[in-house]
């Protein structure tokens, strides 16, 4: 029997992008597939194509997705929403590194006004705070983001689980939208997140890559389930720390305060949240 729920509906997808300002001048249209293997790999290779901004590409099923560090990033298919946008930044390239913190604020909001809960874990997670389904410490993980610079653009990929169910979560820490409690179709998010990440990106483009005036360090901070937390970091080199994180910096670095009361600004590593 097929699950209505999870299949692609073009009509949704035509009615939200008629409703939004995705579609203003150099934003590129959105590319549906039935399957691939990875949607940042298909947005690369439009990039080398000349795809303009703004170009998505959106997938039912991804078979060989990835997320950051090497990871997979597995999904059943139609039980996700698995997009990838094209992003060609003229801020400074020392300022790139707000790119995925950005887009990580767009799918919040999105995700916010669906009537999600939504938080984020730095750099790349989107949360929901919380026990985990089996009561274990949380919080729960709805999606993540991976950004890949290809010549002089970022293809930005975004994975949010929509539709899973209880007995398909890969891990108790795992969640869904439509277990977090309201409907969402997934191709309104997918319209929802291209205006939300458009509008933050346009006014960090017209800060010159400034975060600061752009309104990023405040919002990053007040969505951020990192900031102000305890926290394990398996740094580069695989140094493992215990810290709290202290705040995001200007250039999109997690300070943290370690146990001496010394800091240690991070761009990179994996960061576990101590619940």
Not at 63 to 70: C, E, P, Q, V
Not at 252 to 275: I, W
Request: aromatic residues 4%.
């Amino acid at each position: 029997m097929t699950d209505d729920t999870r299949a692609w509906d073009h009509r949704v997808l035509q009615a939200a992008l008629d409703r939004s300002s995705t579609e203003g001048p150099g934003w590129g249209p959105v590319a549906w597939l039935p399957s691939t293997g990875s949607t940042n790999a298909d947005a690369a290779d439009q990039v080398r194509e000349g795809a303009p901004e703004g170009f998505t590409v959106t997938v039912d099923e991804q078979t060989a997705g990835r997320g950051r560090l090497g990871r997979d990033w597995v999904s059943p298919a139609g039980a996700g929403l698995l997009m990838s946008v094209v992003l060609r930044p003229v801020a400074p390239q020392r300022t790139w590194g707000w790119v995925p913190l950005l887009t990580g604020l767009a799918v919040v909001d999105a995700l916010r006004d669906a009537g999600v809960a939504a938080s984020l874990a730095w750099p790349n997670d989107v949360m929901v705070d919380g026990p985990a389904w089996d009561g274990s410490a949380g919080p729960r993980k709805l999606g993540g983001l991976l950004a890949e610079r290809v010549d002089d653009a970022l293809v930005v990929g975004i994975g949010v689980n929509t539709d899973l169910r209880a007995d398909e979560l890969p891990v108790p820490r795992a969640s869904s939208v439509v277990l977090e409690g309201p409907a969402v179709r997934r191709e309104a998010l997918l319209v929802a997140v291209l205006d939300r990440l458009r509008a933050r990106y346009l006014r960090w483009q017209l800060a010159d890559g400034d975060a600061d005036r752009a309104g990023l360090l405040d919002d990053y901070a007040a969505r951020c389930l990192t900031v102000g937390s305890p926290v394990r970091a398996t740094l580069p080199g695989d140094e493992v720390v215990e810290a709290v994180g202290d705040r995001i910096d200007p250039d999109g670095r997690l300070v943290l305060r370690l146990p001496d009361g010394r800091e240690r600004a991070v761009a990179a590593g994996d960061v576990l949240l101590v619940r």
